[in-house]
């Protein structure tokens, strides 16, 4: 597929600081429909934070998501410029074994490419051999 991340991601992606709480931020997720934040300290991405984080590495070791911070859980920040190319995008995101991926335009986030954003423009052979690869390695 001929392209670039710009053209694959989903824009209008919305932050959450990194001093708001876990649970600021699940409701956060719940009001936009997305499973994954971006967390920014000012106005710079400094890592993502999935729903699936929330759960497994606070809910489940027994912590208090009104007393975790988002910054605190928020995973390194893998991005993409905007003009790279598809291939480019779908690469890292399988060196990295991430679902979402931040897309970047002159040092600020435009948008996140998901699977859901995959589905919608990739050929299924390429959605498919791209689901393997990412899936295999977890």
């Known amino acids: 597929m001929s392209g670039t991340a710009g053209d694959l991601m989903s824009q209008g992606v919305e932050c959450i600081q990194s001093h708001e709480t876990l649970d600021r931020a699940a409701q956060l997720m719940r009001e936009l429909g997305v499973g994954a934040l971006p967390v920014c300290l000012d106005d710079r991405v400094t890592g993502i ?13 027994g912590h208090d998501p009104s007393r975790v911070r988002a910054g605190d859980l928020a995973t390194g920040l893998v991005w993409v410029p905007a003009d790279a190319t598809v291939e480019e995008a779908l690469a890292r995101m399988e060196e990295h074994q991430i679902r979402r991926l931040p897309v970047m335009r002159d040092h600020r986030m435009v948008g996140m490419i998901s699977e859901a ?13 791209f689901v393997h690869r990412v899936y295999a390695g977890t």
């Open 49 to 61: 934070i999935t729903d699936r984080d929330i759960v497994v590495e606070c809910v489940a070791t």
């Open 117 to 129: 954003d995959l589905a919608r423009h990739l050929p299924d052979d390429q959605l498919a051999e």
